[in-house]
């Protein structure tokens, strides 16, 4: 299997937070660093946090970088809060802490998969507070015209074909990626296109036929907007996602109230309300802060 690498300009994140871009200023209130990923949905969900930090009488700086590598290894120590996903951030910190063969611990059980990450994070400095009911997972999709010729609507009805994958870089070898994709459903990933997860580029090469498969997720308004088909995960290769803020436990200690806050923001979403949001950022082009200001006042979030 080859991956193929077709955007570098956005690929290649910086290993210091030092050097990532950053925006907010800590003039006034409380300093807080955030940091999480730069696609669409965490970008959406990081405003969600900073306008709601902001109002709340924190200063907010916040660092949007391409994978979470480029911030995991500078938190909790300068990184005060991430928005993360449940597994995701689970199996990172469970790699982190037994090495890189170590048995996974997360499922596709909400509550089991909390319970099992909670004494991780603890173990690193970090606090995870309580999942919302938005579960973001990974997805996979085709062109309607090949889901009616060849007969699929799930991603076992791909076993034993030969597919170009376009997907996120870090795809390879991931159970919730590539690897559940070969080893779960025998599908034979002849090539990876590293196009970036539900970007642009990702559509565009299933539409004009480069790659058979897209990497997308299960909150992602695109899929339906352009006709795309989001084939079902029969065979369950994806553990379970929901949004959850990680928080440096140091900072909790000195910040009692950003429980609330978060723990509010996230009892406030779910799959449909979350797609609407960002719905109105990648289709109709408002801002993400605009849109997390307006839902937070919509909600009564906001003082």
């Known amino acids: 299997m080859r991956i193929r690498r077709t955007i570098t300009a956005t690929l290649s994140a910086p290993l210091l937070l030092g050097g990532l871009a950053a925006c907010g200023d800590d003039d006034?209130?409380?300093?807080?660093?955030?940091a999480s990923q730069?696609?669409?949905?965490?970008?959406?969900v990081t405003a969600l946090?900073?306008?709601?930090?902001?109002?709340?009488?924190?200063?907010?700086?916040?660092?949007?970088v391409d994978t979470r590598d480029a911030y995991m290894e500078d938190f909790p120590e300068k990184v005060d809060i991430v928005p993360e996903y449940l597994s995701a951030v689970g199996e990172f910190l469970n790699v982190a802490a037994n090495g890189e063969g170590a048995e996974p611990i997360t499922s596709n059980?909400?509550?089991?998969?909390?319970?099992?990450?909670?004494p991780v994070a603890d173990e690193a400095g970090i606090t995870l507070l309580e999942p919302s009911e938005a579960n973001s997972q990974n997805a996979f999709f085709v062109t309607p015209e090949f889901a009616e010729t060849e007969g699929v609507t799930a991603l076992s009805d791909l076993e034993g074909r030969t597919i170009t994958l376009a997907a996120a870089p870090d795809c390879e070898g991931r159970s919730d990626c590539e690897g559940g994709l070969s080893e779960v459903y025998g599908i034979d990933i002849e090539e990876i296109l590293a196009t970036g997860f539900a970007s642009p580029e990702t559509y565009t090469a299933v539409s004009d036929g480069e790659?058979?498969?897209?990497?997308?997720?299960?909150?992602?308004?695109?899929?339906?907007?352009?006709?795309?088909?989001r084939l079902e995960d029969d065979r369950g290769i994806q553990p379970a996602q929901n949004l959850i803020p990680a928080v440096s436990s140091d900072f909790l200690a000195d910040n009692e109230d950003v429980e609330g806050l978060l723990d509010d923001l996230m009892a406030a979403l779910d799959n449909d309300t979350l797609n609407e949001l960002l719905g109105r950022v990648t289709l109709d082009r408002e801002?993400?802060?605009?849109?997390?200001?307006?839902?937070?006042?919509?909600?009564?979030?906001?003082?």
């Open 109 to 118: 059980d909400t509550a089991a998969t909390l319970e099992a990450v909670a």
């Open 28 to 34: 006034e209130g409380t300093p807080v660093t955030i």
């Open 49 to 64: 946090y900073e306008v709601l930090l902001e109002d709340n009488g924190y200063a907010v700086d916040t660092k949007l």
């Open 287 to 303: 801002k993400a802060e605009d849109v997390a200001e307006d839902f937070l006042e919509q909600e009564g979030l906001l003082d």
């Open 211 to 229: 790659a058979q498969l897209g990497l997308t997720g299960t909150i992602e308004p695109t899929v339906e907007e352009d006709g795309f088909v």
């Open 38 to 44: 730069n696609f669409p949905e965490a970008a959406l």
